[in-house]
C-alpha cells in the first residue's frame, strides 16, 4: 500500500479559497497511490482561532466539495484533514472527512479532545463523541486529530474496533515536536499498529507548526519523516504487517482493563 501525506503550509497571506485549490493540485499529484492524507486545519490554520468564524463551513461546503472533487479526479482513498464545520445550531466543530477515490464521503470525525485549557478551541468548539473507522480494501483506519494523540485510551478503543493504521493529522507547534514524534512511536507499539501522523508547515497565527510528519510501523520503527517545510511524504508499506505482529507478539491478548466508547464503522 502507498500513502501520500501532505504536509501543507498555511500562509496567513494566502485566501482559504487559494489554499482549497492548491490542496487540490497536490492531490492530482498524488494519481497511482492508495491513500493520500492532509493535516488539521489547513484551510484556516490550527492556532488562527480568530479567523474560525467566519471560515467556519456547513458540512456539505466548499472544502467537502473541493475534496470530494479532488479524491474522484486523483481516484485515491483521502483523508482530507479538518476543517472548521458550523453545525445546523450554530456549532461549530474540528471535523475530519474521508472520501473514496469515486469522491463519496466515507466517513466524518468530530474531534474528541480539543485542545486549550480553557481557552482558544476548547472553549469555541463542541467535542466529537464518537470513535470513527473506515474499511479500505487493504486496511483498516482509525481516525484521530492532532491532541487525541495525547489519549492513549481513544487509541484503544480504535483497535477493540478493528483499526490496524491509526491515521493523525495535525496542526502540532514546534515548541512540542519532540512529543509528536514520541506519542506516535508509543501509540503504533502499543496498539501494534501503523501510525501515519501528518502535520501542518508554516505558522499559524504567530505558532510556528512543527511539520516532521511522520510513518511508523508497528514496531515502532520509523519508516519516513518529513522535514519543517511544505513537504509530500509517500511511503510504501504492508498493512498486514499489523496482524503479523499482534499474531507474534500477543500482547493485545493480555490485556485486563478496557474501555468500550461508542464507535462508528463504515
Known amino acids: 500500500m502507498r500513502a501520500s501525506l501532505i504536509q501543507i503550509a498555511v500562509d496567513p497571506d494566502e485566501s482559504v479559497h487559494s489554499r482549497r485549490e492548491r490542496a487540490a493540485s497536490l492531490i492530482a499529484a498524488q494519481r497511482g497511490v492508495d491513500l493520500?492524507?492532509?493535516?488539521?486545519?489547513?484551510?484556516?490554520?490550527?492556532?488562527?482561532?480568530?479567523e474560525f468564524e467566519a471560515e467556519a463551513e456547513p458540512l456539505h461546503g466548499p472544502t467537502h466539495d473541493a475534496m470530494a472533487k479532488a479524491a474522484a479526479d486523483a481516484g485515491v482513498w483521502l483523508h482530507a484533514g479538518s476543517f472548521v464545520e458550523r453545525d445546523a445550531d450554530g456549532t461549530l466543530y474540528n471535523t475530519t472527512l474521508v472520501f473514496t477515490p469515486?469522491?463519496?464521503?466515507?466517513?466524518?470525525?468530530?474531534?474528541?479532545?480539543?485542545?486549550?485549557?480553557?481557552?482558544?478551541?476548547?472553549?469555541?468548539m463542541g467535542a466529537g463523541d464518537e470513535l470513527v473507522t473506515v474499511t479500505l480494501p487493504q486496511t483498516t483506519l482509525g481516525l484521530a486529530t492532532c491532541y487525541d494523540l495525547?489519549?492513549?485510551?481513544?487509541?484503544?478503543?480504535?483497535?477493540?474496533?478493528?483499526?490496524?493504521?491509526?491515521?493523525?493529522?495535525?496542526?502540532?507547534p514546534e515548541r512540542r515536536r519532540a512529543h509528536w514524534t514520541l506519542l506516535a512511536q508509543a501509540r503504533?507499539?502499543?496498539?501494534?499498529?501503523?501510525?501515519?501522523?501528518?502535520g501542518c508547515a508554516g505558522t499559524h497565527a504567530g505558532v510556528p507548526q512543527a511539520g516532521h510528519s511522520i510513518v511508523v510501523d508497528p514496531w515502532g520503527e520509523v519508516l519516513a519523516e518529513a522535514g519543517a517545510d511544505e513537504e509530500v511524504l509517500t511511503v510504501e508499506f504492508d498493512p498486514a504487517k499489523a496482524a503479523t505482529t499482534r499474531e507474534q507478539f500477543p500482547a493485545l491478548k493480555d490485556r485486563r482493563l478496557g474501555l468500550a466508547p461508542p464507535v462508528t464503522r463504515v
Open 150 to 172: 495525547r489519549f492513549p485510551e481513544m487509541f484503544r478503543g480504535l483497535v477493540d474496533a478493528g483499526a490496524e493504521t491509526l491515521v493523525v493529522s495535525a496542526g502540532w
Open 102 to 124: 469515486e469522491g463519496e464521503r466515507a466517513a466524518a470525525y468530530r474531534k474528541i479532545h480539543r485542545f486549550g485549557f480553557d481557552a482558544g478551541e476548547a472553549v469555541m
Open 36 to 50: 493520500v492524507v492532509l493535516p488539521e486545519l489547513w484551510p484556516v490554520g490550527a492556532f488562527s482561532y480568530t
Open 188 to 198: 503504533a507499539v502499543e496498539n501494534q499498529a501503523y501510525v501515519l501522523a501528518v
